[in-house]
């Protein structure tokens, strides 16, 4: 029990923490401070080590969130992992760690100190998303990690070209930046918020234990990328057509990918990939507010969600396959009226909290220069959410169930309903909250009465084509829904193309052996004999590097 009495003493005070911040953003907001602290950690002689805090209403109102969200993790996980796991300290202080390196980003306005939070947002996820040690585990930490590294090289590149400005304040310097600079931000957030072509490591980290998965998908890995161009912003150099597109493709994809999938897990990761994609886009577009509203909206009820399919693996056996899930609210009434909430809530079904940003991008975006192609994008995708959200719904409340022992399921109070509680009145309320808070509803939008009904619309196609696509029979080959279910081979790209090779080669016998000789088999020998040549050279006398150093003497001269 004395394990456990240090997730509640986080719990509190990380929910005390997020009250403080809620408190000062709205100081901040209604005052219009924004303050900048300089901690002088080490001077010596001529030289000054600083750290650089910069507090304004948006950096507190999104501490505010991630506090927020990490404390109901950690409640939760005190029941998820405590009782049935003897490392559960370790997960709790690497859930620490992992929310340590957020807040360093998200308060920094120093590029090096940034590269500090987001290198401590890769290794610790690294660490949780191998937490249960399994091969597989072990293969998508390992993704998940790389993938990460390309980002990070993007933003050591954007550290020595800033040399050039005189200083690493990137804050103060958005107007004056090359546009090439902007690029390269560009691809290292894409690699932090999985856009494509970056996005196969997501699905894969689902690996990770469900609390980590609630934490990582709503308010720190995933949307450090999105954060990061949010204060690097500059209207000139986001207003970028092409970046938009890859934006669009990701939010089309995913969600297209979502109704092929049967893992719970794995549909709501990619339904966090179609979100972001939609904030990526509304930044590119220019809308900077609405594209942080969603964010913070987006982080609430995606939690949620998560925690809510946290407590049906829990009671289910660790299982994870929807079609075991069938009239689950039968059994579990409190937790699945939640999860629907946060269904809800991710469709943009109106009065919800994801529907005041969601609809507000869409109504603006109608006002930019968009081409045809663009807005039907949008409009697709707003239909595909509904429908992967449906067949969601479907296969977990309405579908009859004919495989599992429901046992173990019930309702009784516990502190992972505690947690989802109070995530769901904030999915519930936040977005009208915030909305109120920023002076949304001050904005007029006039449009149209077929434009303006159009979200609705496709909401509604969309919820219908999710019920009858669960009728369809599978017509198609099955390489087909392989095809659609894993990113459109983005994930398993390499064991595709290495088979496709491997049976063109083989179709004949002239391929096979000429394959061999000059292919992979043929190196392999000339490496391994090259290799021994080099460890009988490097272990022998010293009087034959002489010798060689002497040759080559000879030759040069």
Known sequence: MFKLNFYYFWFLSLLIFSLLFLYFGLYFIYY???????????????????YLIYLDWMSMLFCFVVFFISSMV?????????????????????????????????????????????DGLGIVSYCLVIYYQSNSSFLSGMLTCLSNR????????????????????????????????????????FTKSAQIPFSCWLPAAMAAPTPV????????LVTAGVYMLIRFYNVINYMNSYFLLM?????????????????????IALSTLSQLGLMMSSLFLGMLNLSYFHLVSHAMFKSLLFLC???????????????FMGSICLLMPYTSSCFNISNLALCGIPFLSGFYSKDMIIECSVYTNLNLLTFILYYVSLGLTC???????????????????????????????????????????????FTWLMGFTLTFILLPFFIKLMSLMFISIGLVMG??????????NLNYYYFNSMMWFMYFHSFYFYNFFFIFMYKSVMMLSWGEYYGAYGVSYYVYNLSNFFQFYFINNISIFMFTFFVWFLLMV
């Open 309 to 323: 399919a946290g407590i049906f693996i829990f009671y289910m056996n660790d299982n994870q396959d929807i079609r």
């Open 387 to 433: 429908m992967y959200t449906f067949r969601l719904f479907y296969y977990t409340m309405i579908f009859n169930v004919k495989f599992s022992n429901f046992y173990f399921c019930m309702d009784s109070f516990s502190f992972m309903k505690f947690s989802i509680f109070l995530l769901t009145l904030m999915s519930m309320f936040f977005g009208c909250l």
């Open 74 to 118: 950690l409640i939760y996980s005190s029941v998820y992992m405590g009782y049935n796991s003897y490392s559960s300290i370790r997960f709790l202080y690497l859930i620490l760690l992992f929310i340590l390196s957020m807040v360093l980003m998200i308060l920094s306005p120093n590029l090096i100190s940034i590269l500090l939070g987001w």
């Open 32 to 50: 219009n401070y924004s303050f900048f602290f300089e901690l002088n950690l080490l001077s010596l002689n001529s030289l000054s080590l600083c």
């Open 467 to 476: 019920y009858d696509t669960l009728n369809f029979s599978y017509l198609f």
């Open 213 to 220: 998965s609630s934490l990582v998908h709503s308010s720190t």
């Open 150 to 189: 390309l980002g990070d090289i993007g933003l050591l590149i954007m550290i020595c070209w800033l040399f050039s400005y005189g200083s690493w304040h990137f804050i103060f310097y958005t107007s004056f930046y090359n546009s090439y600079i902007f690029y390269v931000i560009f691809i290292s957030s």
């Open 247 to 267: 934006s669009l493709i990701t939010m089309l994809i995913s969600s297209f990918c979502a109704n092929y999938e049967f893992d719970l897990k794995s549909i």
